[in-house]
């Protein structure tokens, strides 16, 4: 029997094994540390990774609750170093280029790097001078009521408690208000609403445009049947809501709304407007208490307009609104007729927007309360005796609690 020449098996097994090493290239010893790359090396200008990092300002996606050793998605906490790739240790430092210096750290946002201060000097900082400075609005007129509206700092002098104060800031400019236009909805108004409202949509339209108006209505109650907008369109709607029934609790009302401007107006100047044809006979604040309550710091300046001609007691009726207005550094009108009433809105449009403003740091500070009197006098060569109107005077500290909210 013949053997088999072997020769030709073992050349064919050998070229198998070559051919099958040539094939694999593996990657690396298991379980055995690959060295780390050089600095200038490509592999450590682009490390491996699992998933690829964000470009920077790519928001990174949010934690979704799972631990930072699992592996699910990456949290953005930057403890997780959400970037950095297997096998990195926990205190390796995040996403440091390639090229940076050997003491690089992470990157830092650029305002809170380079401007720690910035939130005390621009933000909490200005905001503690506003709420420390006093804030009059003032109009002068001359010896013949004329109105005068070219003074300067230097012409003003302002004391509190009569003693003198340092002006810190002047504007003399049309600046926007927060207003609202306080209607009276009583039973008597009835047939007056038609030519008031008329008159008060004619005074916002006089008025800034950037001016903000709300619309309150009341009668034995209030109601703010426009919220605050400088849509004539929408004011208009808010004054037609007429239900003219009840009594008049007008301290209830302008007290109210007072709070409204205080806690909600946008511009630091407020305002109210004020019609009414009678006596307060419904409201459970006293007319001394209202005052109060519109001569804290800030508070509103009230302007007035009383169709007292067929009221019982008018003596009553007008005292209680030339109080609130002086008090506060405003008018009280008392027409004759009703057709006055659009001329004194056009009036009160004008006074609101021709006022100095005069600002100062009381020498009492105001942590330390009381009622404040104030006085402002203006003097100029160029005119005669000048009279300055603006509140006189104000309760520093916090405002009384109230109900009428």
Avoid: W
Wanted: with cysteine; hydrophobic share 35%; glycine share 6%.
């Amino acid at each position: 029997m013949r053997r088999r020449n072997r020769i030709p098996l073992l050349i064919f097994f050998l070229l198998g094994a070559l051919y099958l090493a040539n094939s694999q290239v593996p990657d690396g010893v298991p379980n055995q540390p690959v060295p780390a790359p050089s600095a200038n090396s490509p592999a450590a200008a682009n490390p491996p990774s699992a998933t690829p990092a964000p470009a920077s300002g790519t928001p990174v996606p949010a934690s979704t609750g799972q631990s930072a050793t699992s592996n699910g998605p990456a949290s953005d906490s930057p403890s997780v170093l959400a970037n950095a790739p297997p096998n990195v240790p926990a205190n390796a430092p995040p996403n440091v280029p390639a090229n940076a210096p050997a003491d690089a750290t992470p990157s830092v946002p650029a305002k809170s790097a380079q401007n720690p201060e910035d939130s005390s000097d621009s933000g909490v900082f200005v905001f503690r001078k506003q709420v420390e400075e006093v804030v009059l609005h003032a109009t002068v007129i001359d010896d013949k009521q004329r109105i005068v509206t070219n003074l300067d700092k230097g012409d003003f002098n302002v004391f509190e408690d009569g003693h003198p104060q340092t002006i810190t800031s002047f504007r003399h400019e049309d600046i926007p208000v927060s207003m609202c236009i306080v209607v009276d909805n009583s039973g008597s108004m009835r047939e007056k609403r038609q030519k008031v409202n008329a008159a008060a949509l004619n005074l916002v339209s006089a008025s800034n445009p950037n001016d903000e108006v709300c619309i309150v209505n009341f009668n034995d109650e209030y109601y703010k049947d426009q919220d605050f907008t400088s849509s004539i369109k929408k004011l208009k709607e808010g004054l037609e809501k007429i239900e003219a029934r009840g009594g008049t609790a007008l301290y209830d009302a302008v007290v109210a709304t007072a709070y409204e401007l205080k806690t909600y107006a946008k511009h630091e100047k407020k305002i109210i407007l004020v019609v009414t044809d009678g006596e307060d006979n419904e409201s459970t604040e006293t007319l001394e208490q209202a005052v109060r309550r519109l001569q804290s710091d800030g508070g509103p300046t009230i302007y007035a307009i009383g169709i007292l001609e067929k009221e019982e007691h008018p003596k009553h009726a007008k005292r209680a609104l030339q109080i609130m207005a002086e008090k506060t550094g405003g008018i009280a009108f008392f027409p004759q007729t009703l057709d006055e009433v659009d001329a004194i809105s056009r009036t009160v449009a004008h006074d609101i927007r021709i006022q100095y403003t005069i600002g100062y740091k009381p020498t009492t500070p105001k942590n330390q309360g009381g009622y404040r009197q104030v006085k402002v006098d203006a003097r100029s060569r160029e005119h005669g005796k000048l009279i300055v109107r603006t509140k006189s005077g104000y309760y520093a500290g916090p405002e009384p609690a109230t109900g009428a909210q």
